[in-house]
Protein backbone atom coordinates (compact mmCIF):
# COMPACT_ATOMS: atom_id res chain seq x y z
CA UNK A 1 0.00 0.00 0.00
CA UNK A 2 1.51 3.43 -0.81
CA UNK A 3 2.40 6.20 1.92
CA UNK A 4 0.30 8.34 2.53
CA UNK A 5 0.93 11.88 0.72
CA UNK A 6 0.52 15.37 1.91
CA UNK A 7 -0.17 18.28 0.06
CA UNK A 8 -0.09 22.02 1.25
CA UNK A 9 -2.68 24.65 0.26
CA UNK A 10 -2.29 28.50 0.46
CA UNK A 11 -5.13 30.09 0.13
CA UNK A 12 -5.35 34.11 -0.75
CA UNK A 13 -8.88 35.93 -1.09
CA UNK A 14 -11.39 34.80 1.40
CA UNK A 15 -14.60 36.95 0.22
CA UNK A 16 -17.24 35.23 -0.95
CA UNK A 17 -15.15 33.04 -3.64
CA UNK A 18 -12.92 32.29 -1.24
CA UNK A 19 -15.48 31.40 1.96
CA UNK A 20 -17.35 28.98 -0.80
CA UNK A 21 -14.33 27.01 -1.91
CA UNK A 22 -12.85 26.87 2.25
CA UNK A 23 -16.01 25.16 3.03
CA UNK A 24 -15.71 22.61 -0.76
CA UNK A 25 -12.04 22.01 0.62
CA UNK A 26 -13.20 21.19 4.10
CA UNK A 27 -14.98 18.07 2.81
CA UNK A 28 -12.61 17.81 -0.25
CA UNK A 29 -9.49 17.15 2.16
CA UNK A 30 -11.78 14.90 4.46
CA UNK A 31 -12.51 12.69 1.87
CA UNK A 32 -9.39 12.77 0.31
CA UNK A 33 -7.82 11.63 3.80
CA UNK A 34 -10.40 8.62 4.18
CA UNK A 35 -9.06 6.53 0.72
CA UNK A 36 -8.10 3.14 2.09
CA UNK A 37 -5.91 3.06 -1.04
CA UNK A 38 -4.21 5.90 -1.49
CA UNK A 39 -5.26 8.26 1.32
CA UNK A 40 -3.96 12.35 0.62
CA UNK A 41 -3.68 14.29 3.73
CA UNK A 42 -3.91 18.55 2.61
CA UNK A 43 -2.71 21.09 5.31
CA UNK A 44 -3.60 24.40 4.89
CA UNK A 45 -0.52 26.43 5.87
CA UNK A 46 -1.82 30.00 4.42
CA UNK A 47 -4.64 32.07 4.50
CA UNK A 48 -4.77 35.57 3.61
CA UNK A 49 -7.27 38.65 3.03
CA UNK A 50 -6.55 42.09 1.80
CA UNK A 51 -5.60 43.02 5.48
CA UNK A 52 -3.92 40.40 7.36
CA UNK A 53 -2.56 36.71 6.94
CA UNK A 54 -2.50 33.68 8.71
CA UNK A 55 0.42 31.24 8.47
CA UNK A 56 2.93 29.50 10.68
CA UNK A 57 6.64 29.38 10.40
CA UNK A 58 6.82 25.40 11.29
CA UNK A 59 4.27 24.87 8.42
CA UNK A 60 1.80 23.76 11.24
CA UNK A 61 -1.38 23.26 9.45
CA UNK A 62 -4.40 25.58 9.81
CA UNK A 63 -8.04 24.32 11.46
CA UNK A 64 -10.03 24.04 8.57
CA UNK A 65 -12.68 24.47 10.95
CA UNK A 66 -11.87 27.43 12.75
CA UNK A 67 -9.64 29.24 9.92
CA UNK A 68 -11.91 32.28 10.20
CA UNK A 69 -11.53 33.14 13.85
CA UNK A 70 -7.97 32.49 13.56
CA UNK A 71 -7.39 34.69 10.94
CA UNK A 72 -9.46 37.49 12.09
CA UNK A 73 -7.33 36.95 15.52
CA UNK A 74 -3.93 37.30 13.75
CA UNK A 75 -1.31 40.15 13.56
CA UNK A 76 0.36 39.29 10.99
CA UNK A 77 0.07 42.04 8.13
CA UNK A 78 -0.12 40.87 4.40
CA UNK A 79 2.63 39.86 2.73
CA UNK A 80 3.87 40.63 -0.83
CA UNK A 81 3.90 37.86 -3.49
CA UNK A 82 7.82 37.61 -3.65
CA UNK A 83 7.47 36.86 0.44
CA UNK A 84 4.62 34.30 0.20
CA UNK A 85 6.50 32.86 -3.11
CA UNK A 86 9.51 32.26 -0.40
CA UNK A 87 7.45 30.90 2.32
CA UNK A 88 5.91 27.97 -0.01
CA UNK A 89 8.85 27.48 -1.56
CA UNK A 90 10.24 25.82 1.85
CA UNK A 91 7.27 23.90 2.76
CA UNK A 92 7.60 20.07 3.24
CA UNK A 93 5.39 18.86 0.69
CA UNK A 94 4.25 19.85 -2.70
CA UNK A 95 1.93 23.34 -2.65
CA UNK A 96 -0.60 24.08 -4.39
CA UNK A 97 -1.68 27.89 -4.08
CA UNK A 98 -5.10 28.70 -4.38
CA UNK A 99 -6.05 32.43 -5.73
CA UNK A 100 -9.60 33.74 -5.32
CA UNK A 101 -8.80 37.41 -5.76
CA UNK A 102 -9.01 39.42 -9.04
CA UNK A 103 -5.65 41.32 -7.79
CA UNK A 104 -3.14 42.18 -10.53
CA UNK A 105 -0.09 42.41 -8.39
CA UNK A 106 -0.99 38.60 -7.09
CA UNK A 107 -1.54 37.68 -10.97
CA UNK A 108 1.98 39.22 -12.38
CA UNK A 109 3.10 37.00 -9.42
CA UNK A 110 2.63 33.44 -11.31
CA UNK A 111 5.11 33.02 -12.82
CA UNK A 112 7.47 33.38 -10.02
CA UNK A 113 5.34 30.95 -8.25
CA UNK A 114 5.43 28.58 -11.15
CA UNK A 115 8.92 28.44 -11.29
CA UNK A 116 9.53 27.51 -7.79
CA UNK A 117 7.31 24.49 -8.65
CA UNK A 118 4.39 26.25 -6.71
CA UNK A 119 1.08 25.43 -8.48
CA UNK A 120 -1.29 27.91 -9.16
CA UNK A 121 -5.47 27.55 -9.51
CA UNK A 122 -7.65 30.32 -9.38
CA UNK A 123 -10.66 32.22 -11.15
CA UNK A 124 -8.47 35.20 -11.49
CA UNK A 125 -9.33 36.46 -15.11
CA UNK A 126 -6.69 39.30 -15.05
CA UNK A 127 -3.57 37.32 -14.81
CA UNK A 128 -4.68 35.26 -18.47
CA UNK A 129 -6.36 38.56 -20.00
CA UNK A 130 -3.69 41.34 -19.34
CA UNK A 131 -0.59 41.92 -21.67
CA UNK A 132 -0.08 38.94 -23.96
CA UNK A 133 3.47 38.89 -22.40
CA UNK A 134 2.19 37.75 -18.93
CA UNK A 135 0.39 34.97 -20.73
CA UNK A 136 3.13 34.14 -22.06
CA UNK A 137 5.75 34.12 -18.87
CA UNK A 138 2.88 32.12 -16.80
CA UNK A 139 2.63 29.49 -19.85
CA UNK A 140 6.33 29.24 -20.34
CA UNK A 141 7.16 28.45 -16.72
CA UNK A 142 4.08 25.88 -16.16
CA UNK A 143 4.44 22.22 -16.30
CA UNK A 144 1.17 22.17 -17.92
CA UNK A 145 2.53 24.89 -20.46
CA UNK A 146 6.26 24.85 -22.24
CA UNK A 147 7.97 25.22 -18.18
CA UNK A 148 9.63 22.53 -16.35
CA UNK A 149 7.79 24.59 -13.11
CA UNK A 150 4.07 24.20 -11.05
CA UNK A 151 0.66 23.56 -12.51
CA UNK A 152 -1.80 26.36 -13.46
CA UNK A 153 -6.09 25.89 -14.23
CA UNK A 154 -7.90 28.67 -14.29
CA UNK A 155 -11.35 26.59 -15.41
CA UNK A 156 -13.45 29.14 -13.49
CA UNK A 157 -12.23 32.26 -15.03
CA UNK A 158 -14.48 32.18 -17.49
CA UNK A 159 -17.99 30.65 -17.24
CA UNK A 160 -17.78 30.18 -13.08
CA UNK A 161 -17.85 26.47 -12.41
CA UNK A 162 -19.17 25.58 -16.12
CA UNK A 163 -16.51 23.28 -18.13
CA UNK A 164 -15.95 26.05 -20.98
CA UNK A 165 -11.90 26.32 -21.26
CA UNK A 166 -11.39 22.51 -20.68
CA UNK A 167 -13.57 21.95 -23.26
CA UNK A 168 -11.86 24.41 -25.63
CA UNK A 169 -8.32 22.79 -24.52
CA UNK A 170 -9.89 19.85 -25.42
CA UNK A 171 -11.09 20.58 -28.89
CA UNK A 172 -7.91 22.20 -29.96
CA UNK A 173 -5.66 19.21 -28.34
CA UNK A 174 -7.48 16.79 -30.35
CA UNK A 175 -6.78 18.35 -33.86
CA UNK A 176 -10.46 19.47 -33.92
CA UNK A 177 -10.41 23.29 -36.50
CA UNK A 178 -12.66 25.98 -34.06
CA UNK A 179 -14.07 28.28 -36.30
CA UNK A 180 -16.26 30.61 -33.53
CA UNK A 181 -16.95 31.23 -30.62
CA UNK A 182 -19.78 32.74 -29.35
CA UNK A 183 -22.26 33.25 -26.33
CA UNK A 184 -23.27 35.48 -23.21
CA UNK A 185 -20.68 35.26 -21.36
CA UNK A 186 -21.58 36.97 -18.23
CA UNK A 187 -24.35 36.60 -15.80
CA UNK A 188 -25.07 40.14 -15.32
CA UNK A 189 -25.87 41.26 -18.68
CA UNK A 190 -27.79 38.07 -19.42
CA UNK A 191 -30.14 38.63 -16.00
CA UNK A 192 -30.11 42.51 -17.49
CA UNK A 193 -31.10 41.98 -20.89
CA UNK A 194 -33.52 39.10 -20.37
CA UNK A 195 -35.18 40.98 -17.87
CA UNK A 196 -35.19 44.34 -20.45
CA UNK A 197 -36.35 42.41 -23.55
CA UNK A 198 -37.46 39.01 -22.68
CA UNK A 199 -38.81 36.56 -25.49
CA UNK A 200 -42.56 37.83 -25.91
CA UNK A 201 -42.01 40.91 -24.81
CA UNK A 202 -42.54 43.49 -22.10
CA UNK A 203 -39.41 43.92 -19.56
CA UNK A 204 -38.98 47.52 -17.84
CA UNK A 205 -36.86 50.42 -18.85
CA UNK A 206 -33.02 50.09 -19.20
CA UNK A 207 -32.25 52.03 -16.00
CA UNK A 208 -35.00 50.50 -14.30
CA UNK A 209 -33.75 47.18 -15.14
CA UNK A 210 -30.17 47.63 -14.16
CA UNK A 211 -31.87 49.17 -10.49
CA UNK A 212 -33.31 45.98 -10.46
CA UNK A 213 -30.24 43.87 -10.95
CA UNK A 214 -28.02 46.46 -8.55
CA UNK A 215 -30.39 45.15 -6.14
CA UNK A 216 -30.39 41.67 -6.77
CA UNK A 217 -26.61 41.40 -6.21
CA UNK A 218 -26.28 40.86 -9.76
CA UNK A 219 -24.43 43.48 -10.59
CA UNK A 220 -20.95 44.97 -8.77
CA UNK A 221 -21.29 47.52 -6.33
CA UNK A 222 -20.68 50.39 -9.29
CA UNK A 223 -22.62 48.51 -11.96
CA UNK A 224 -20.37 50.59 -14.76
CA UNK A 225 -17.98 48.12 -13.83
CA UNK A 226 -20.41 45.40 -15.54
CA UNK A 227 -22.08 48.06 -18.84
CA UNK A 228 -18.30 49.03 -19.81
CA UNK A 229 -18.22 45.46 -21.20
CA UNK A 230 -14.81 44.58 -20.00
CA UNK A 231 -15.60 42.00 -18.07
CA UNK A 232 -16.89 40.06 -20.91
CA UNK A 233 -13.70 41.82 -22.83
CA UNK A 234 -11.36 39.73 -20.65
CA UNK A 235 -13.28 36.43 -20.95
CA UNK A 236 -12.99 37.09 -24.90
CA UNK A 237 -9.56 37.24 -24.46
CA UNK A 238 -8.55 34.26 -22.52
CA UNK A 239 -10.81 32.19 -24.92
CA UNK A 240 -8.96 33.56 -28.01
CA UNK A 241 -5.50 32.94 -26.80
CA UNK A 242 -6.84 29.40 -26.17
CA UNK A 243 -7.74 29.50 -29.95
CA UNK A 244 -4.60 30.42 -30.48
CA UNK A 245 -5.07 34.01 -31.19
CA UNK A 246 -2.33 36.29 -30.07
CA UNK A 247 -4.88 38.95 -28.40
CA UNK A 248 -2.79 41.39 -27.33
CA UNK A 249 -4.75 42.68 -23.98
CA UNK A 250 -9.23 43.49 -23.69
CA UNK A 251 -8.79 46.70 -25.19
CA UNK A 252 -7.02 45.87 -28.62
CA UNK A 253 -10.61 45.06 -29.73
CA UNK A 254 -13.74 46.71 -30.26
CA UNK A 255 -15.99 46.61 -26.92
CA UNK A 256 -19.37 48.45 -26.72
CA UNK A 257 -20.11 50.00 -23.77
CA UNK A 258 -23.49 50.66 -22.40
CA UNK A 259 -22.40 53.53 -20.67
CA UNK A 260 -23.63 56.45 -21.87
CA UNK A 261 -20.52 59.25 -22.54
CA UNK A 262 -21.97 62.14 -20.58
CA UNK A 263 -22.08 59.58 -17.41
CA UNK A 264 -18.70 58.27 -18.25
CA UNK A 265 -17.24 60.67 -15.36
CA UNK A 266 -20.02 60.36 -12.40
CA UNK A 267 -18.37 60.54 -9.29
CA UNK A 268 -20.07 57.29 -7.61
CA UNK A 269 -22.32 54.61 -9.43
CA UNK A 270 -25.41 56.27 -7.16
CA UNK A 271 -25.07 59.20 -9.10
CA UNK A 272 -24.99 57.17 -12.38
CA UNK A 273 -27.66 55.19 -11.74
CA UNK A 274 -29.72 58.07 -10.42
CA UNK A 275 -29.22 59.68 -13.99
CA UNK A 276 -28.96 56.19 -16.37
CA UNK A 277 -32.70 57.08 -16.73
CA UNK A 278 -32.32 60.55 -19.12
CA UNK A 279 -31.04 57.93 -21.63
CA UNK A 280 -33.86 55.36 -21.91
CA UNK A 281 -34.74 56.47 -24.98
CA UNK A 282 -32.09 55.15 -27.08
CA UNK A 283 -32.47 51.87 -25.43
CA UNK A 284 -36.53 51.67 -25.90
CA UNK A 285 -35.57 52.59 -29.64
CA UNK A 286 -32.86 49.70 -29.95
CA UNK A 287 -35.83 47.77 -28.34
CA UNK A 288 -38.59 48.42 -30.83
CA UNK A 289 -36.13 48.09 -33.68
CA UNK A 290 -35.59 44.51 -32.60
CA UNK A 291 -39.51 43.44 -31.61
CA UNK A 292 -40.15 45.12 -35.30
CA UNK A 293 -37.86 42.51 -36.92
CA UNK A 294 -39.06 39.70 -34.47
CA UNK A 295 -35.71 39.71 -32.75
CA UNK A 296 -34.37 40.49 -29.18
CA UNK A 297 -31.29 42.46 -28.04
CA UNK A 298 -28.98 40.19 -25.81
CA UNK A 299 -25.20 41.14 -24.89
CA UNK A 300 -22.76 38.41 -26.54
CA UNK A 301 -19.07 38.30 -27.35
CA UNK A 302 -17.69 36.31 -30.41
CA UNK A 303 -14.65 35.19 -31.40
CA UNK A 304 -14.34 34.40 -35.62
CA UNK A 305 -11.10 32.93 -35.25
CA UNK A 306 -9.86 32.31 -38.94
CA UNK A 307 -10.64 36.14 -39.46
CA UNK A 308 -8.64 37.02 -36.22
CA UNK A 309 -12.06 38.89 -35.40
CA UNK A 310 -12.79 38.97 -31.96
CA UNK A 311 -15.86 41.75 -30.47
CA UNK A 312 -18.01 42.58 -27.64
CA UNK A 313 -21.42 44.02 -27.91
CA UNK A 314 -25.33 43.98 -28.52
CA UNK A 315 -26.19 42.31 -31.09
CA UNK A 316 -29.94 41.19 -32.38
CA UNK A 317 -31.23 37.55 -32.10
CA UNK A 318 -34.40 35.47 -33.57
CA UNK A 319 -36.47 34.47 -31.08
CA UNK A 320 -35.99 30.47 -31.81
CA UNK A 321 -31.81 31.12 -31.16
CA UNK A 322 -30.47 29.39 -28.37
CA UNK A 323 -29.22 33.21 -26.99
CA UNK A 324 -32.84 34.31 -27.08
CA UNK A 325 -34.15 31.36 -24.57
CA UNK A 326 -31.69 31.81 -21.75
CA UNK A 327 -33.24 32.39 -18.18
CA UNK A 328 -31.97 34.38 -15.40
CA UNK A 329 -28.47 34.55 -15.39
CA UNK A 330 -27.36 31.94 -17.27
CA UNK A 331 -24.26 31.71 -19.37
CA UNK A 332 -24.40 29.89 -23.14
CA UNK A 333 -21.00 29.52 -25.05
CA UNK A 334 -21.22 28.12 -28.42
CA UNK A 335 -18.31 26.24 -30.59
CA UNK A 336 -18.90 26.27 -34.06
CA UNK A 337 -15.92 23.76 -35.49
CA UNK A 338 -15.23 21.39 -38.28
CA UNK A 339 -16.03 18.57 -36.26
CA UNK A 340 -19.45 19.81 -35.08
CA UNK A 341 -20.40 21.17 -38.40
CA UNK A 342 -23.35 23.89 -38.67
CA UNK A 343 -24.53 22.69 -34.98
CA UNK A 344 -22.22 24.00 -32.71
CA UNK A 345 -21.60 22.34 -29.17
CA UNK A 346 -23.39 24.22 -26.71
CA UNK A 347 -22.64 24.90 -22.86
CA UNK A 348 -24.88 26.31 -21.19
CA UNK A 349 -25.85 26.91 -16.77
CA UNK A 350 -25.34 29.14 -14.25
CA UNK A 351 -22.00 31.20 -15.11
CA UNK A 352 -21.70 33.20 -11.65
CA UNK A 353 -22.30 32.62 -8.15
CA UNK A 354 -19.77 32.03 -5.27
CA UNK A 355 -20.47 28.27 -4.90
CA UNK A 356 -20.58 26.97 -8.60
CA UNK A 357 -17.02 29.69 -9.12
CA UNK A 358 -15.54 28.24 -5.99
CA UNK A 359 -16.77 24.55 -7.73
CA UNK A 360 -14.73 25.10 -10.30
CA UNK A 361 -11.77 26.28 -8.59
CA UNK A 362 -12.02 22.61 -6.37
CA UNK A 363 -12.43 20.77 -9.90
CA UNK A 364 -8.79 22.64 -10.90
CA UNK A 365 -7.15 21.58 -7.41
CA UNK A 366 -8.13 17.99 -7.76
CA UNK A 367 -6.66 18.01 -11.48
CA UNK A 368 -3.53 19.49 -9.86
CA UNK A 369 -3.61 16.87 -6.76
CA UNK A 370 -4.20 14.21 -9.27
CA UNK A 371 -0.82 15.08 -11.05
CA UNK A 372 1.01 15.65 -8.01
CA UNK A 373 0.42 12.08 -7.44
Not at 49 to 59: E, I
Not at 100 to 114: H, R
Not at 248 to 272: A, H, M, N, R, Y
Request: with cysteine; proline share 5%.
Amino acid sequence: MPAPRQVCIAVIGVGGVGRCFLTQLQDLSARLSQSRLNPIYLSLILVSRSSKLLHSPSYKPINLATWEDDLNASTVSVLPPSEIASYLENAPARVVLVDNTSNQDVANAYPLFLKKGISVVTPNKKAFSDSFQLWKDIFDAALNGQGSGGYVFHESSVGAGLPVISTLKELVETGDEVRKIEGVFSGTMSFLFNSFMPVGGGGGSFSAEVKKAKELGYTEPDPRDDLNGLDVARKLTILARLAGLEVESPTSFPVQSLIPKELESCSSGDEFLARLGEFDDDMEKLKKEAADEGKVVRFVGSIDVAKNDVKVGLEKFDVSHPIAALKGSDNIISFYTKRYGDNPLIIQGAGAGGEVTAMGVTGDLVKVIRLLS
